[in-house]
């Protein structure tokens, strides 16, 4: 398994605005890319140790790398990337990284 993250660090300068973006453009975009086998947000963090929270983080699953690469190469993936843009004109500087997961 795989996982893609998105951390959004800062509250966005319009919440409302980013909120319905995100769940009524950004989410039905992101659902459409192949292989998505779980797509999760996470919300009201509280940090135990270190900074501040994020705002939200979005992690998102696929079986491997190759279903992960192959669903952001595609034209789904591409308007996935493009609107990532239009959502940092509200939170600026999101961060993603990718891990391979292991059970234990």
Do not use: Q
């Amino acid at each position: 398994m795989v996982r893609f993250i998105v951390l959004w660090k800062d509250t966005p300068t319009d919440v409302s605005a980013f909120e319905r973006h995100y769940r009524e453009v950004h989410i039905p975009l992101a659902r459409k890319l192949a292989g998505l086998r779980r797509y999760t947000l996470s919300r009201n963090a509280f940090v135990v140790r270190g900074e501040e929270p994020h705002y939200r983080i979005a992690e998102l699953d696929w079986d491997d790398m190759a279903s992960l690469r192959r669903a952001f190469e595609s034209p789904e993936g591409r308007a996935v990337a493009e609107d990532v843009a239009k959502l940092a004109e509200l939170s600026p500087d999101p961060r993603s990284e990718i891990y391979e997961l292991e059970d234990v």
